[in-house]
């Protein structure tokens, strides 16, 4: 089976400051993209970053940033210098080989920032 | 924000009555989705369709039923609604483009749903 988990239901950080937010996944496929989804209080999902598996540079987005673990199937997200405007549940998403993108999704971890 | 379009945003109905829930997209993408957000927020792929005539069930087994006779629309109808179907529906589209893992999906602002 393939398992999407975010251990933290959720966070507060200051703003200005970096936090980071956990995710673990488990596929047996050799080919699949990792997400990160946020959506914003009352507003559409969009996407954060994105990371493909047969990469091992960690992706950039501006203020995020992703820490792949492969072998341990592991992928954080780091978001550096956090404004107000970071506040939203982040969803971990992943699209494993085969499955024609569509998309496995964490539980999602509430993300407040704090003046 | 990306063109896809949900109505309407909110919902209240009486049990039993039957309703659609509206989704459309200007970006000329073939697949699309309908997600069910339960109150703690989880995601549950409820249906999806690769292209016009072509819709199949999700992960997540729902009553509703959707329909894919435009490349833009994508419908889904609730026959008979009860309070259990109570929650937030996003719809979502990408390209098709084979096995592309990488495309992003595009969220529609969602409809929020109440069955008294």
């Known amino acids: 089976a393939q398992t999407v988990t975010q251990s933290q239901p959720e966070m507060s950080v200051q703003e200005a400051e970096t936090v980071t937010l956990s995710c673990t996944y488990d596929?047996?496929?050799?080919?699949?993209?990792l997400f990160w989804y946020k959506q914003p209080p009352s507003r559409q999902m969009i996407l954060v970053i994105r990371q493909e598996a047969y990469k091992q540079q960690n992706a950039t987005e501006n203020r995020f940033s992703v820490n792949f673990q492969k072998a341990a199937k592991s992928f954080s997200l780091k978001i550096s210098d956090s404004q107000l405007g970071d506040t939203a549940m982040y969803f971990c998403?992943?699209?494993?080989?085969?499955?024609?993108?569509?998309?496995?999704f964490g539980k999602g971890t509430k993300l407040s920032v704090k003046p | 924000e990306a063109d896809i379009y949900q109505t309407p945003r909110y919902l209240v109905i009486g049990t039993g009555k039957k309703i659609t829930l509206e989704c459309s997209q200007t970006m000329g993408h073939d697949k699309m989705y309908w997600y069910q957000q339960d109150p703690g927020m989880e995601l549950h792929l409820i249906h999806y369709s690769y292209g016009v005539n072509s819709t199949e069930k999700g992960d997540l087994s729902s009553e509703s039923t959707v329909s894919r006779i435009r490349t833009e629309h994508f419908p889904l109808t609730l026959e008979s609604a009860r309070p259990s179907h109570t929650s937030q529906y996003l719809c979502?589209?990408?390209?098709?483009?084979?096995?592309?893992?990488?495309?992003?999906?595009?969220f529609g602002p969602g409809t929020r749903l109440t069955v008294l």
């Open positions: 998403a992943l699209a494993p080989g085969g499955s024609q993108g569509n998309l496995i």
């Open positions: 596929t047996s496929e050799n080919n699949y993209y």
């Open positions: 979502a589209s990408k390209p098709y483009r084979g096995d592309r893992l990488g495309d992003t999906q595009y």
